[in-house]
């Protein structure tokens, strides 16, 4: 079975930088994505990681311990659009299964 | 299509009442997930079909939820004598075989509330 802990709630300022734990559990593993969901509205895809390290994507990266079970998304130069659920989803090496965490709602004040 | 299109994108229904939800996933996609979101909660992992192999209903909460997909293309999600606990956002989402790093494109979702 797979488990998967990140926080509930975050908040953090606009321009600083948030960083969003994620850590699993899991009997075998074949990625790990971050999503961002508005509030009302579909997740949409941020990042994959299948191997250890940092993959940067402008403002956004996410990094991967595989011997950890650890992973986080790092926020940069943060934006009030930002304001938003982020969700750690780790897909199981047998069935290809994508499971999700229960997200993380991140909320950037002026 | 360029997208993954559920439908309808609301459905307010009867408790006792049976629904039928519907997702078109982007053509060439082989695998389909459905999801379930309770308001203010995380993703609750549903049922999955990939090509020709015999679905996932591991997360199927009870017999009054199935789901049927022809081929690679559409899907419904049916909920018999809905009861007022099955009200939440229902999700689909498409990938391509084994997903790599592309991820999973999600509809819109439906919202569906019994009352």
């Known amino acids: 079975g797979q488990n998967i802990d990140q926080p509930t709630e975050m908040t953090a300022t606009e321009g600083a930088i948030v960083q969003i734990n994620c850590t699993y559990q899991?009997?075998?593993?074949?990625?790990l994505f971050w999503y961002q969901q508005h509030a009302g509205e579909a997740p949409t895809f941020l990042s994959y990681n299948v191997l250890d390290g940092l993959e940067e994507k402008g403002r956004f990266s996410s990094f991967l311990s595989r011997s950890k079970g650890y992973s986080y998304l790092l926020l940069k130069e943060l934006q009030m659009k930002d304001s938003a659920s982020y969700l750690c989803?780790?897909?199981?090496?047998?069935?290809?299964?994508?499971?999700f965490g229960t997200g993380t709602r991140l909320q950037v004040f002026p | 299509g360029a997208g993954v299109s559920q439908s309808p994108s609301n459905k307010v229904t009867e408790k006792g009442k049976d629904v039928e939800l519907r997702c078109d996933p982007i053509?060439?996609?082989?695998?389909l997930y459905w999801y379930r979101q309770r308001l203010g909660q995380g993703l609750e992992f549903l049922i999955y079909?990939?090509?020709?192999?015999?679905?996932?209903k591991s997360g199927l909460p009870s017999d009054r939820f199935s789901a049927e997909r022809t081929g690679e293309s559409v899907s419904t999600l049916t909920i018999q004598r809905t009861q007022q606990e099955d009200s939440a956002v229902y999700l689909c989402?498409?990938?391509?075989?084994?997903?790599?790093?592309?991820?999973?494109?999600f509809g819109s979702g439906t919202r569906l509330t019994v009352v």
């Open positions: 899991t009997s075998g593993f074949n990625g």
């Open positions: 989402a498409s990938s391509l075989a084994g997903g790599a790093g592309y991820g999973y494109t």
């Open positions: 989803a780790v897909r199981d090496w047998e069935t290809d299964k994508l499971i």
């Open positions: 053509s060439g996609h082989t695998a």
């Open positions: 079909f990939q090509g020709n192999s015999a679905p996932d």
